[in-house]
């Protein structure tokens, strides 16, 4: 069993390599590093780490936390303030469903993945972080089912707070999602 810090720097070895690039040409390429969820300020700042490292290496890392993108979309459709008001009237649950609906998270017009699309161009690589801070508003299937038809030959890695056993993830290692992902694990445990 490899420690984090173990498993970071073997995913950062595979992720510079000129050949993580390439796309296999049979499909897209997702990744999954799964981590403990209490080890969260660690990985932020290793995903950091990594990005500069690729930097200084001429690759260009985007990094995109699912969370902020979220928030943006709410204030850019004035829906943030309305958000908070509606919470307190209706409940967590009615909320969650609210912003599920204004991003389209069940369509392949989801405005997460729209936005991702439309703020990718040049990358690399691109890092998909935040999933935990957003629960219960998006969920990882959300994004990780329509991204690979929209963001061809780069290769995708999502920071998954909680464990993925290279078919279910399984959020905060508590919260078991129903659905199945052809992503392959990035380091494993």
């Known amino acids: 069993m490899s420690t984090l810090e173990e498993r970071f720097d073997k995913a950062e070895e595979i992720i510079l390599k000129r050949s993580f690039r390439k796309n296999n040409g049979f499909e897209d390429s997702c990744y999954i590093f799964d981590y403990e969820p209490s080890k969260e300020l660690y990985v932020r700042e290793r995903i950091d780490f990594i990005k500069k490292k690729g930097e200084s290496v001429d ?3 985007k990094v995109f936390d699912i969370y902020d993108i979220i928030i943006q979309i709410c204030k850019n459709k004035g829906f943030l303030e309305k958000n908070f008001e509606f919470e307190q009237k209706k409940g967590l649950e009615r909320v ?3 912003i599920g609906n204004m991003l389209r998270v069940t369509t392949p017009n989801n ?4 936005y991702i699309e439309e703020h990718s ?3 690399d690589v ?4 935040g999933i935990g801070k957003c629960f219960p508003l998006f969920r990882a299937h959300n994004v990780l089912n329509n991204l690979n ?3 061809h030959n780069i290769p ?6 909680g464990s993925y056993d290279g078919q279910y993830l399984v959020l905060f290692s508590q919260i078991k999602d129903d659905n199945h992902y052809r992503a392959f694990k ?3 445990r």
Do not use: N, Q, R
Request: aromatic share 10%; hydrophobic share 65%; charged share 15%.
């Open 96 to 98: 969650t469903k609210a």
């Open 59 to 61: 690759m260009a890392i």
């Open 149 to 151: 038809g929209v963001v």
């Open 156 to 161: 995708v890695v999502m920071f998954y707070p």
């Open 111 to 114: 405005l997460v993945v729209k």
């Open 121 to 123: 161009e040049g990358a």
């Open 186 to 188: 990035l380091a494993d």
């Open 126 to 129: 691109i890092f998909l972080t």
